[in-house]
Each structure stands twice: as structure tokens, then as C-alpha cells.
T-cell receptor, first 114, second 114 residues
Framework: GENVEQHPSTLSVQEGDSAVIKCTYSDSASNYFPWYKQELGKGPQLIIDIRSNVGEKKDQRIAVTLNKTAKHFSLHITETQPEDSAVYFCAASPYTGANSKLTFGKGITLSVRP | EAQVTQNPRYLITVTGKKLTVTCSQNMNHEYMSWYRQDPGLGLRQIYYSMNVEVTDKGDVPEGYKVSRKEKRNFPLILESPSPNQTSLYFC?????????????FGEGSRLTVL
């Protein structure tokens, strides 16, 4: 089955700096890669996703890049703010209808220092 | 407001005392799923359902049961809870019969089994 790994497990940045969170996956059949943000005491919430026919996707301060050859994808947050502090989960799925299964990474805790 | 509602949010119980965690969504979603979140292990799927009366095991189904008698409800049943089921539980839903996109998570149910 799919194995998704996130690196690093914790990340601390200064407010205003950029943060990059990397994930690797094992199943070459995976073609859907979402990122979820979990704020303290809440459930995860989708912030951005990318499908395998796209190499990069951007939404304001957040961008995701995908390298299918190397089987890794990354979340980029620019101009970080204290409210970006949260746990971030990457995930991967083969997106094949009834066989679709979303496998999550273990999560990374991002701390933005004011 | 579109939401996934879980109850109870917090519960302390004792080994062997049957309990049910309820989950209800108001988005008319077909796909629903339960996850548990443990430190260092991320989100792991317990059970999922693609429609009424259609359920299947996820990655960690042992010790759990589910039912899907109505489209909006997907309760998680622990027939004889054990301390290793102490965890943070999330219910999630997605439109369509399969996992085709965004998962909407509830706010979580923190369960402690003594």
C-alpha cells in the first residue's frame, strides 16, 4: 500500500519568512495530493490540493509543487504569519473511484515566531 | 452551515464499557469515514462508508464497529473499549460515493479509556 512520509516533523520559522514542508510517497499510482491544516482543538481542513497532471498550484501565500518522477511534493508558505502555526498533513491517493484511499503523513507542527 | 458534528467531544470511560461516538453531516455527502489521531502516527483510517448500508474496513478496524443506516449518520461503536483505544477520533465526509476530493472533518472526540 501507499506510504507517505513528511519531513521534518517540526518546523519553526520567524514571522515573515517562508516555510517549506516536504512529503514523499511510495505508490506511483497516486495522482491526488491534498494538504490539510489542523489548528489547535479543531479537525483538519483542506488548504490546497494538486493532481498529477499539474506540476504546481498556487493560492495566495500557499503553493504546492509536485515531482512525480521523484515521488515527492511540497507545501510552500510565503510571508508566514502567527496564524499559520498549526499541524500540517500531506496525503496521497490513487483517485480511482471505489479503490480511492487517502493515506496521510504523520503531520508536521509548524510554529511561526512573532 | 455545512458541518460534521461529533458527540461527545470528550469522554472518559473504563475498560469494557460499551460506548458510541455519533457523527452527523448536513451536506448530503455519500462518503463518510472515521479516523484516529495518535501522537507520532498521524491520521489512520478506521472504517469508511460509500453509501447507506455500505461500509468497509480501513487500516485499523480492530475493536471498532460502524453502521450506516441513514445517509447523514455514521456512528462509531466500541463494544468493549480497551486502553489502547485512548485516542482523538475524527469523523469526516466527502461528496460522491467515493473519495473524490475534499474531506470535511468534525472537530474531534477525545476518548480516554481507563
Amino acid at each position: 500500500g501507499e506510504n507517505v512520509e513528511q519531513h521534518p516533523s517540526t518546523l519553526s520559522v520567524q514571522e515573515g519568512d517562508s516555510a517549506v514542508i516536504k512529503c514523499t510517497y511510495s505508490d506511483s499510482a497516486s495522482n491526488y495530493f491534498p494538504w490539510y491544516k489542523q489548528e489547535l482543538g479543531k479537525g483538519p481542513q483542506l488548504i490546497i490540493d494538486i493532481r498529477s497532471n499539474v506540476g504546481e498550484k498556487k493560492d495566495q501565500r500557499i503553493a504546492v509543487t509536485l515531482n512525480k518522477t521523484a515521488k515527492h511534493f511540497s507545501l510552500h508558505i510565503t510571508e508566514t504569519q502567527p496564524e499559520d502555526s498549526a499541524v500540517y498533513f500531506c496525503a496521497a491517493s490513487p483517485y480511482t473511484g471505489a479503490n480511492s484511499k487517502l493515506t496521510f503523513g504523520k503531520g508536521i507542527t509548524l510554529s511561526v515566531r512573532p | 452551515e455545512a458541518q460534521v458534528t461529533q458527540n461527545p467531544r470528550y469522554l472518559i470511560t473504563v475498560t469494557g464499557k460499551k460506548l458510541t461516538v455519533t457523527c452527523s453531516q448536513n451536506m448530503n455527502h455519500e462518503y463518510m469515514s472515521w479516523y484516529r489521531q495518535d501522537p507520532g502516527l498521524g491520521l489512520r483510517q478506521i472504517y469508511y462508508s460509500m453509501n447507506v448500508e455500505v461500509t468497509d474496513k480501513g487500516d485499523v478496524p480492530e475493536g471498532y464497529k460502524v453502521s450506516r443506516k441513514e445517509k447523514r449518520n455514521f456512528p462509531l461503536i466500541l463494544e468493549s473499549p480497551s486502553p489502547n483505544q485512548t485516542s482523538l477520533y475524527f469523523c469526516a465526509s466527502s461528496s460522491g460515493p467515493y473519495l473524490t476530493g475534499e474531506l470535511f472533518f468534525g472537530e474531534g472526540s477525545r476518548l480516554t479509556v481507563l
